[in-house]
């Protein structure tokens, strides 16, 4: 199956500071979303983002989809935006389900 | 909307025991899927549904696990009988269309 891998795997930041966080994957997709698995472990949605830029608050993803990579940019971060960040991609030529990266690590301190 | 809702969200068991997670998707939303989540193998799809009815099964782990989807709001994951390493967060998600959505997780703990 598709490969995504992610990086860096843990990120410590002080409080104010930007980030930025990579996504590669194997093959060519046609999902691809960002999420935050907060500290209480729930996963929220941040981005569907298969091509192109979009951009929420603080937050802001771009996808190259023919370089097969996604940056998810963290600007200001804040303490409340520690937690896990999950990309997840469905392949072109696969099922319907997200396969998972193992996720990029962040705390904030303050 | 209430989310997708997952129940319970803390189970003990003992080994051996039947185990039975519950998922109730969000009105509408035409396809669920199972997930597992644990620190060596980190999200691992197990399941997915598409109007009720299962599409793929291959991340299933063996055939002490079941899922089935008998209407539209209702999903339930069975493990028989369970093991130790079986211990793991379950999650539910549904989508409609592009998106997907989280429940909160069920925290198996097997002893």
């Known amino acids: 199956g598709i490969q995504v891998e992610q990086s860096p795997p843990d990120l410590i930041l002080q409080e104010g500071a930007n980030s930025t966080l990579r996504c590669n994957f194997s093959?060519?997709?046609?999902?691809l979303q960002w999420f935050h698995q907060n500290p209480w472990g729930q996963l929220i949605n941040l981005f569907y983002?298969?091509?192109g830029t979009k951009q929420n608050g603080r937050l802001s993803a771009t996808t190259v989809a023919t370089e097969r990579y996604s940056l998810l940019y963290i600007s200001s971060s804040q303490t409340t935006d520690s937690g896990v960040y999950f990309c997840?991609?469905?392949?072109?030529?696969?099922?319907?389900?997200?396969?998972f990266g193992k996720g990029t690590s962040l705390l904030v301190t303050p | 909307d209430a989310g997708v809702i997952q129940s319970p969200r803390h189970e003990v068991t003992e080994m051996g025991q039947e185990v039975t997670l519950r998922c109730k998707p969000i009105?509408?939303?035409?396809?669920l899927f199972w997930y597992r989540q644990t620190m060596m193998r980190g999200l691992e799809l197990l399941i997915y549904?598409?109007?009720?009815?299962?599409?793929?099964d291959s991340g299933m782990p063996e055939d002490r696990f079941s899922a089935k989807m008998p209407n539209a709001s209702f999903s339930t994951l069975k493990i028989q009988p369970s093991e130790p390493r079986d211990s793991a967060v379950y999650f539910c998600?549904?989508?409609?269309?592009?998106?997907?959505?989280f429940g909160q997780g069920t925290r198996l703990t097997v002893v």
């Open positions: 009105s509408g939303h035409d396809y």
């Open positions: 983002i298969p091509s």
């Open positions: 093959d060519s997709v046609n999902n």
């Open positions: 997840a991609v469905r392949g072109s030529n696969s099922g319907y389900a997200l396969n």
């Open positions: 998600a549904s989508s409609l269309g592009q998106k997907a959505f």
């Open positions: 549904f598409n109007n009720n009815v299962p599409i793929d």
